[in-house]
Each structure stands twice: as C-alpha cells, then as structure tokens.
C-alpha cells in the first residue's frame, strides 16, 4: 500500500515495512502464507512444460531475513512445509537454505537454465558480434 496513505483495516494487525515513500509492505501471518503456498502449487501444477520451483527456505523479500523488521520465523516455516508438500509431481523442487537474494538462489536458477538449454528445452540465444 501506499507509505502516504493510512494503513488497510485488514492489515492494521499486522507489521509493515515502509520502504521508502511510496510503498510499504504488509507480513502475511502464518496461514495466510499457506494459502498461499497452495496457490502456487495449482498454478504449477497446470504447467503443461518443464517447471521448476526454487524454494529459497531463508526468506523471499528483503524484510524477512533474520534480524530485518518483518522476520517471522513461525510464518516462515509454515509457508516452507507448505510449499514442500504443494509442489506437484510435475514440477521439480529445488530448495536452498538461503534467502532469495543469496547468490545461492542465483546460482540454482541459472543451474537449472543451463540443464534445459543443454537438455534442447530452452533454444540457446545466438551471439552477438562485438
């Protein structure tokens, strides 16, 4: 929501983060956060190509991380489990200890891209001359 405006009345409970002056952002407590994680798991499970998930079980915004504002390590790991049992059977999961700002998360995505383009799923870019 915007950081002028007062705070939703569905979100006055709940810890936000003022970014910075035009956005804030809301936690999600513990249930809300498995619903999500549910939503997800539909949504690749109507994949219909290669699909992976990374799971980065560290955090996935900047405020969630051990020791920022919105950490909450209860919520947290609810949307975890969730998500380790939502994951379909089509899709592949991929999970990392850090944070989806870690260079680990990075360096899975692009694990993964690498395999698909060896593998003939994503058509290799063609060079460009210098």
Known sequence: FPTWQTVPSRFIERPYHAHNRLLASVTSDASTRKEIARAIGEKLAAATGPTAFILPAGGIQQWDQE???????????AFVEEMRASVPANAELHEIAGHINDAAFCAKALEIFDRWVADGIVPPGRRQAA
């Open 67 to 77: 020791g920022e504002p919105l950490h909450d390590p209860e919520a947290l790991s």
